[in-house]
């Protein structure tokens, strides 16, 4: 199946734990993207990756880290998860010309 | 740091009458990207506009980039009850391949 996967779908945690969202894309885009989605503020990128091998911070990177080992996957992961990343989370690639990028189906995660 | 400016947030209007969105802001973007997202779905790309002052329609959407591409609008023709979803406006800079995006319009379509 062409696009991206996202994985969980939900999720709830308690705060202090550890998670890892897992993304994967079979359209061999060299850019990938980590997005935030909260009511009222958009979209915030959070980390992004031109390509494999280099990641760079977007607006909102406090508290995430992500990783790009192959094309592939870029997984973010939350160190010790706080109420305020409570959120839908969407990863994105994008691989056209003028930058149109292709989203998951998102994760929602919920932050006790 | 480039901003976009979305407006109305929410717009709720019947079926058949007319609506324009629109988005602003106070830097220039390479181009301009539109997008549509349903509840419990990622956004979808609509249309991308490059060209100061371009119009591109898509059967009942129109959008316009502004001459000095700064600012964008979309105009739906007699609006359908499939049309409900969030709009997003998303801008691209000269630099790297990152989008900033606008806070989104929220739209209803009542039958």
């Known amino acids: 199946i062409a696009g991206i996967t996202q994985a969980p779908t939900s999720q709830i945690l308690a705060a202090g734990r550890r998670m890892t969202l897992r993304c994967t894309q079979d359209?061999?885009?060299?850019?990938m993207y980590w997005y935030r989605q909260d009511l009222g503020l958009g979209l915030r990128l959070i980390h992004y990756?031109?390509?494999?091998?280099?990641?760079g911070k977007g607006e909102v990177p406090d508290g995430y880290s992500v990783s790009r080992a192959n094309t592939d996957d870029f997984p973010l992961t939350l160190a010790s998860a706080v109420p305020s990343q409570t959120s839908v989370y969407f990863c994105?690639?994008?691989?056209?010309?003028?930058?149109?990028?292709?989203f998951g189906p998102g994760t929602r995660l919920t932050v006790l | 740091t480039q901003l976009l400016e979305q407006s109305p947030q929410f717009l709720s209007i019947q079926e058949g009458e007319n609506l324009t969105v629109y988005c602003n802001s106070s830097?220039?973007?390479?181009?301009l990207q539109w997008y549509r997202q349903e509840p419990g779905e990622g956004p979808v790309l609509l249309v991308t506009?490059?060209?100061?002052?371009e119009v591109k329609k898509l059967k009942r959407l129109t959008f316009q980039f502004g001459d000095a591409r700064k600012d964008s609008s979309l105009h739906i023709t007699a609006a359908q009850p499939g049309d409900t979803g969030l709009y997003l406006c998303?801008?691209?800079?000269?630099?790297?391949?990152?989008?900033?995006f606008g806070g989104g319009t929220r739209l209803m379509v009542k039958p």
């Open positions: 359209m061999r885009h060299n850019a």
């Open positions: 506009v490059v060209t100061g002052g």
């Open positions: 830097s220039v973007f390479s181009s």
């Open positions: 998303a801008g691209a800079g000269d630099a790297g391949n990152m989008l900033t």
């Open positions: 990756s031109n390509t494999a091998g280099t990641t």
């Open positions: 994105a690639s994008s691989d056209g010309w003028y930058n149109e990028q292709f």
